[in-house]
């Protein structure tokens, strides 16, 4: 028996479709350098998507990151992330009393929601945060 061909054609993809679907995730979380984190980003793209925020308790938020270390250093490694506003996209509110994490969209809607819960009462994301997303600096890295 010898080989067989059969030609075919594969469809052209346009290079904005492939950048803006596919791209996009991979080149924000290169810049996480820990698994924990490039997983929670993960969970905050898919879930948060084009909304303003996303609130989810930490129990919840634990089983589905796979998490496999205990609750309790899964709150502080959660709570460390949210202070340094490393997540890219996305500013995180851990509110302790409650036991649930919210993401803010990084932008106006995810602002506004967040000015929201302020009123409210519940927890926001730390001034440390806000100054990261705000400076130059960080940008560029």
Not at 85 to 107: H, I, Q, S, W
């Amino acid at each position: 028996m010898g080989l067989c061909y059969m030609p075919c054609t594969i469809p052209r993809i346009r290079p904005s479709r492939c950048t803006a679907r596919l791209a996009l995730p991979w080149i924000h979380s290169f810049r996480l350098r820990k698994p924990l984190d490039r997983r929670i980003y993960e969970l905050a793209r898919k879930h948060c998507g084009e909304q303003p925020r996303w609130r989810i308790s930490l129990a919840v938020l634990h089983q589905k990151s796979g998490s496999t270390g205990p609750l309790r250093r899964f709150r502080f490694d959660l709570k460390m992330l949210a202070e340094s506003g490393n997540l890219p996209d996305y500013l995180m509110a851990v509110d302790v009393k409650r036991d649930m994490v919210t993401f803010y969209a990084n932008g106006p809607k995810g602002k506004l929601a967040e000015v929201k819960d302020m009123l409210a009462g519940r927890s926001h994301a730390s001034l440390a945060a806000h100054q990261k997303i705000r400076s130059p600096r960080s940008r560029g890295r």
